[in-house]
């Protein structure tokens, strides 16, 4: 399968704090990639790196089968990139925005190019409407148009739905399944790790450094222990109960708690009697296929 990002050892250093640290993935042709992890993981630096706008301390990376450094204007050419504070220009309309960007990247006769934009993104009653007057999303959606105004063969997106009401992420994702069709590839970065189970492959990312890197399914699976989910009331105070007096990794998520163990026949059954104990309702208490935030978590805290 051709490769259109391959990085080797890729390092970058802000003083005393290593930002990435010698990181190694690659990224195939036409995959949606998601590159997920916390803030401060290195997400941002490692698209800003990939993008031309910051230099590697060491290690290499080819973008289109063209070296990072040595070929980084040509690489641009091919790009684009969505940054987690895209400068829309406010005081111009939606349809001015893109014949901005357009005139940027030397687009010529561009209308028709802006037009099948504006209909892919929706926007097109509101062609007229100056950015500042949008919502949210759909100055992300805009910010996209901007993007992709060149026909780039490879779009970078750092965090593009953080911020944006549940609705616009959906519209958003909905585009971005379509632009998969048309065999562009898409680097993204998320902290949001149901994001990243719709993505073809992912890196999960902390502290500058790739702690898994495969396909959702297969990092779910690498996970060689039971997950527990347990719904009762209190739940805060059950989450308490089981972190202070148990050995057992346990993650609250809202009203409901995940507990990892390594027997669910053997475990269940001391934490049931264990939070009877302590006087808490159990609704429900059963085994259920791990998530990423599950086996995320758990690589984290195995780290500690």
Known sequence: MEK?????????????????????????????????????AGKTTT???????LDPDGGSAQILGLDLVKKRKDITKDIGYLSQKFSLYGDLSVDENIEFFAEIHGVKGYRQRRNELLDFTRLTPFRDR??????GGMKQKLALA????????????DEPTTGVDPVSRRDFWK???????????????????????????????????????????NIKSSLDKDVVEIVCNPSRQAYKTIKETTS????????????????????????????EKESVTISDLRVVPPSLENVFIHYISSAK
């Open 146 to 157: 901007c993007t992709l105004i060149h026909r780039p063969k490879i779009i970078f997106l």
């Open 47 to 53: 698209i800003r790196m990939l993008c031309g706008l």
């Open 248 to 275: 057992f990794e346990v993650q609250m998520f809202g009203d409901r708690i995940d507990v990892v163990v390594d027997d669910c026949e053997k475990d269940c059954g001391t934490i049931r009697e264990l939070l």
């Open 175 to 217: 585009i971005l399944a379509s632009l998969i069709k048309e065999e562009i590839t898409i680097f993204m970065s998320t902290p949001y790790l149901d994001e990243a189970e719709r993505c073809n492959r992912v890196a999960l990312m902390n502290k500058g450094g790739i702690i898994s890197f495969d396909t959702p399914q």
């Open 4 to 40: 259109t990002i391959i990085i080797e050892g890729l390092k970058k250093s802000f003083g005393d704090v290593t930002a990435v640290n010698g990181i190694r993935l690659d990224v195939n042709k036409g995959e949606m990639f998601g590159l997920v992890g916390p803030d401060g």
């Open 130 to 135: 100056l950015a500042d007057k949008l919502s």
